[in-house]
C-alpha cells in the first residue's frame, strides 16, 4: 500500500507539522515531521522504523516608524538590536520528537508580546533539531527533539517535543514539551515539561496491542491538544497526533507543532494515525 491517493496506510502520516503513521507492507513509510515546524515524527509498523521529528524554529518582530519587521530562524546565530528596538513579539518552537511504534510529540510552543529588549544589545538565539526515530519493534523509545531558547535577559526555552514509545522494550512514550505517543499498551508521555503557563504542549496518547502481537500506537501530542488514543475495535487505527497552534507573527495564519500519528499494523487493516496540523 503506498501513502498516495486513497490507498490505505499503517505508518503515522504528516502534514504541515505531524508526521503520518505506517505499516507493512510499507513497514518505513512514515512520514517525518515538516522541517522547521516543531512537528513530531509519525510512528512506524513493527516492522519499520518510526520518522525524524520536525526542527523547530524562532520569531522575533517588532514595530519600526508603524510597520512590522519580523526575523525568522531556521538555526542558531546571535541577534543583534541594532534597529532601536524596545519591544519586540517572540514565537518558539522547539524540535519534534522522532516516532518509534507511538508518535513524536510536537515540540514545546512558546509565544509572548510587550517583551522588553535593549537597543545596540543582543540575544542568544538556539533553534533545536528534530528527534530521530528508532526501530518501532523496541526496545528503544524515538529520540526526543532539541530544545529552542531565547538567552538572557529574557531567558525563554521551549522544551523538545518526547520520543514515541516502543512496540516493546520501552513502551511509555517519552514527556516533552509535548508528550510522545504510546507503544504496545504504552501510556503517552506527559505535555507541558517542565511546566509553563500558558502550557507549551500537551500529553501523547495511549497505545494498545491485543495480545496477539498486532497492536497500534498512540499520538503525539500537540501544541493545542493531547494525541489521541489508539482507535477502538471495530475501527481500529493508530492515534491522531495532536494539532497544533496557528500563529500570526508573519503577517498570515501558519499552524506550528503539530504531533505524530501512530503507528499500524497490517493485520485487521490497523492504519497508521494522521499527523496533527502545525
Known amino acids: 500500500y503506498g501513502n498516495t491517493g486513497t490507498a490505505p496506510h499503517y505508518y503515522g502520516v504528516g502534514k504541515n507539522g505531524g ?13 517525518d ?7 513530531g515524527g509519525g510512528g ?3 516492522q519499520g522504523t518510526g520518522a525524524v521529528g520536525g526542527s523547530g524554529l524562532l520569531f522575533l518582530k517588532y ?27 517572540y514565537l518558539v518552537v522547539a524540535g519534534g520528537g522522532g516516532g518509534s511504534f507511538g508518535g513524536g510529540g510536537a515540540g514545546g510552543l512558546r509565544a509572548a508580546s510587550g517583551v522588553s529588549v535593549t537597543p545596540g544589545g543582543s540575544l542568544s538565539i538556539t533553534v533545536g533539531a528534530g528527534g530521530a526515530g528508532t526501530s518501532s519493534g523496541g526496545p528503544a523509545v524515538g529520540t526526543s527533539g532539541g530544545d ?26 517519552v514527556a516533552g514539551g509535548s508528550g510522545g505517543g504510546g507503544g504496545n499498551n504504552g501510556t503517552g508521555g506527559a505535555g507541558n515539561t517542565p511546566s509553563t503557563d500558558p502550557a507549551q504542549g500537551f500529553a501523547g496518547g495511549q497505545g494498545y496491542t491485543d495480545g496477539s502481537s ?24 493508530g492515534g491522531h497526533g495532536g494539532n497544533g ?5 508573519t503577517g498570515t495564519a501558519v499552524s506550528y507543532a503539530g ?4 503507528g499500524g499494523h497490517p493485520a485487521g487493516s490497523r492504519l497508521g494515525g494522521t499527523g496533527g496540523s502545525g
Open 214 to 237: 498486532y497492536g497500534i500506537g498512540g499520538g503525539g501530542g500537540g501544541s493545542s491538544e493531547v494525541g489521541q488514543n489508539r482507535q477502538p475495535a471495530g475501527a481500529p487505527r
Open 148 to 173: 529552542s531558547t531565547i538567552g538572557t535577559p529574557i531567558s525563554v526555552t521551549s522544551a523538545g517535543g518526547g520520543g514515541g514509545g516502543a512496540a516493546a522494550g520501552t513502551l511509555n512514550g
Open 19 to 31: 508526521g503520518d503513521g505506517a505499516v507493512h507492507p510499507n513497514a518505513d513509510g512514515a512520514t
Open 33 to 39: 515531521g515538516t522541517v522547521n515546524t516543531g512537528g
Open 245 to 249: 497552534i496557528s500563529s500570526t507573527i
Open 259 to 262: 504531533g505524530g500519528g501512530g
Open 44 to 46: 512506524s509498523s513493527r
Open 63 to 89: 514595530k519600526h516608524k508603524n510597520n512590522d519587521r519580523v526575523f525568522r530562524f531556521n538555526s542558531s546565530t546571535i541577534w543583534k538590536n541594532d534597529f532601536g528596538a524596545k519591544e519586540i513579539e
